[in-house]
């Protein structure tokens, strides 16, 4: 399903699309990002994989960065 969100992100950023770097406020990142790592946590926990919230949070940012370009 994190794949579907990026994808999600990307569709709706045009600069992403055409490989610039998003133009998104760091505010609306650091939403995105948090949303994302609740993502991360949930497809983890459901595979019965061990991992931290830290892990989870740069897992989200790593994927929220590339949908935007940055």
């Not at 994190?2 to 610039?20: F, V």
């Not at 931290?52 to 929220?64: K, P």
Request: charged share 35%; proline share 4%; no cysteine.
């Amino acid at each position: 399903m994190a794949k579907t969100k990026a994808s999600e992100t990307k569709a709706k950023n045009p600069a992403a699309k055409k490989g610039l770097p998003s133009q998104t406020s760091p505010e609306k990142l650091q939403e995105e990002i948090k949303a994302q790592a609740h993502q991360v946590y949930l497809e983890r926990t459901a595979r019965g994989e061990e991992g931290d919230e830290m892990s989870d949070w740069l897992t989200a940012e790593e994927r929220v960065k590339k949908a935007h370009g940055l």
